[in-house]
């Protein structure tokens, strides 16, 4: 049987990492004590360090640089649409002038 998906807050995660960084214990050693994964402290530290200000955005929430590349794969996906469209109707105006 599956174990429900369990959602830590932000708050949560800067703990977390605080545990590690400024009292000395090991991922491993805070993993336990807060009943988390080490691997999930390593990765909340190493995204803390990266990311700074936008990191743990929540739920659905993009980084400003996840919301650009969302939109450019939009835009991107729309205009291949369109040139096949295109490319189907020259194809059957070269088909019915010949």
């Known amino acids: 049987m599956k174990r429900p998906r369990r959602h830590h807050s932000r708050e949560f995660k800067?703990?977390?990492?605080?545990?590690?960084?400024?009292?000395?214990?090991s991922?491993?050693?805070?993993g336990r004590s807060l009943g988390?994964?080490?691997?999930f402290i390593g990765r909340w530290r190493n995204e803390l360090a990266?990311?700074?200000?936008?990191?743990f955005p929540g739920k659905?929430?993009?980084?400003?640089?996840?919301?650009r590349i969302?939109?450019?794969?939009?835009?991107?996906r729309q205009l291949r649409?369109?040139?096949d469209i295109l490319k189907k109707a020259a194809a059957?105006?070269?088909?019915e002038s010949a």
Not at 27 to 30: D, S
Not at 60 to 67: D, I, L, P
């Open 27 to 30: 991922c491993a050693a805070a």
């Open 81 to 83: 649409m369109e040139r």
């Open 14 to 25: 800067q703990e977390a990492v605080a545990l590690v960084e400024e009292h000395g214990y």
């Open 50 to 55: 990266d990311l700074a200000a936008e990191a």
């Open 60 to 67: 659905g929430k993009r980084t400003a640089e996840q919301q």
């Open 36 to 39: 988390v994964s080490s691997a």
């Open 92 to 95: 059957f105006f070269a088909k």
């Open 70 to 76: 969302y939109a450019l794969e939009l835009e991107n």
